[in-house]
């Protein structure tokens, strides 16, 4: 299979900004030392990458929408099929394989979390569920944290064991010892966790987690879903990132979008045409769809700073209210230093934040006046959109766990996860957010204080 280097399309490329061509992403498992120190800053590594112009010169490439590809001589096909010829070289088959839009977009992914190859899917969860059937057989086992979306504990924890006979053992990603002692060597392949967990906003020990796997032997898979330009788990040894791209990246809320970062070896193997993941499965991202996100990606860092910021102003300021509020920001915040630690400091601590409010029926209320009467957000679920989305994790994006995997993995009753936009100046939201407060307590509902 051909590897993601750095290829040549039909259109032009503008050279990278110290002069010189891209750096090539190698076939390896860790970025060699001089991609290191050229794409430390995810924004920094983005802006590195080839800018694709159009077919005619156009600022903006073109969109190659073709399912198929033709070849000048027959043999050229056969030479494709047997892998001698790829992508690397300008050659594609069909675009349930590689297509060369969506090839683009997957470049920025790799730049924008550090790892020699990337290929985007048509959702997040296409995304996690390729790479782990990529990395597992039958019978074999995953260690994974006990926090996780609702629908990637589905998938690990009934869809896996019924299809394919792939366990899993949930554990409280925090406790480093339950980590190491949950790995059976020889049977577990594959520690999966979030970087920041949906949705009690827990910071995983990426560095630390990253030793006890490497040292028992097993692939590091981390959702940075949360995280993009905050955290870079590769950076800090993971051997994979999914994202589900719907999210902050696209921005939109528009686009429903995932991929797969790591070593270009994987990359490849996924589109392998007898044994891939991507290939046989087909969760094809379309290219018109590439192609929008690509557009939206060069303005990703100065996105997250906006969400981050108004996240931490907003967290603060609530807590001052008396509500509890989770919040990696906060100084009480349990991974607190450790977010601080390994967070890029330009970003802050991320734009999500949780404020409990006891029980379901506190929370529904408290939403239902901040959307119906001082328009402060909107109820709904997913995340990253630049109006605040907010949604009763228990009842909603967690609902696939039971109640007592919903309490083991730290999810209230009446939890309520905002993801906070940017929409509207920063104190006409927050005036908003206090009407709807003194709303809440006219109507005799008692806040949860910390």
């Known amino acids: 299979m051909a590897e993601l280097k750095n290829h040549t399309f039909r259109g032009t490329k503008r050279p990278s900004s110290d002069g010189s061509d891209d750096v090539k992403l190698a076939d390896s498992k860790k970025p060699t030392a001089m991609i290191s120190s050229l794409l430390e800053d995810p924004a920094a590594a983005i802006a590195n990458t080839r800018h694709e112009f159009g077919e005619h010169g156009g600022v903006n490439m073109s969109i190659e929408a073709s399912a198929t590809f033709t070849v000048m001589?027959?043999?050229t096909m056969r030479r494709m099929f047997a892998g001698e010829l790829g992508p690397d070289r300008d050659f594609f088959i069909y675009s349930r394989h590689f297509n060369p839009t969506v090839l683009n977009l997957s470049r920025q992914m790799a730049a924008l979390e550090g790892t020699a190859a990337a290929y985007c899917t048509s959702s997040g969860m296409s995304a996690i569920a390729a790479v782990l059937l990529q990395l597992l057989a039958s019978g074999d086992?995953?260690?994974?944290?006990?926090?996780?979306?609702?629908?990637?504990?589905?998938?690990?924890?009934?869809?896996?064991?019924?299809?394919?006979?792939?366990?899993t053992t949930f554990v409280d990603i925090g406790d480093l010892k339950e980590v190491e002692k949950a790995i059976v060597e020889g049977k577990t392949k594959v520690l999966y966790f979030e970087s920041?967990?949906?949705?009690?906003l827990a910071v995983a020990n990426i560095p630390e987690l990253c030793r006890i796997g490497h040292e028992k032997g097993v692939t590091v898979v981390v959702d940075n879903t949360f995280a993009p330009m905050i955290l870079s788990p590769a950076r800090l040894g993971a051997d994979v990132v999914v994202h589900s791209i719907s999210k902050f990246i696209s921005g939109g809320a528009d686009i429903i979008a995932g991929a797969v970062c790591g070593p270009t070896k994987l990359v490849n193997s996924m589109m392998d045409l007898r044994q891939g993941s991507l290939m046989l499965l087909g969760p094809t991202m379309n290219a018109k769809v590439a192609f929008e996100l690509s557009e939206r990606i060069p303005h990703l860092s100065l996105r997250m700073k906006e969400h981050c910021r108004r996240a931490s102003v907003f967290a603060e300021r609530m807590k001052k209210a008396g509500l509890k509020v989770v919040y990696p920001g906060l100084p009480d915040h349990p991974q607190h230093q450790l977010m601080k630690s390994l967070a890029s400091p330009e970003y802050g601590f991320g734009g999500m934040l949780c404020v409990d409010m006891g029980t379901e029926e506190k929370a529904n209320k408290l939403m239902s006046i901040l959307q119906n009467t001082t328009q402060f957000g909107f109820m709904a679920v997913s995340l990253g959109y630049y109006e605040t989305l907010m949604s009763c994790s228990g009842s909603s994006t967690s609902s696939e766990m039971s109640g007592e995997e919903r309490e083991l993995a730290g999810i209230s009753p009446g939890l309520v996860r905002m993801s906070i936009g940017y929409m509207g100046t920063l104190e006409q939201k927050w005036s908003q957010f206090e009407k709807a407060l003194a709303k809440v307590q006219d109507n005799g509902v008692p806040f949860c204080n910390n």
């Open 73 to 75: 001589e027959p043999e």
């Open 141 to 167: 086992h995953v260690v994974a944290s006990r926090t996780l979306y609702g629908g990637t504990h589905a998938l690990m924890a009934h869809f896996f064991p019924r299809t394919s006979n792939i366990t």
């Open 196 to 200: 920041v967990s949906n949705p009690t």
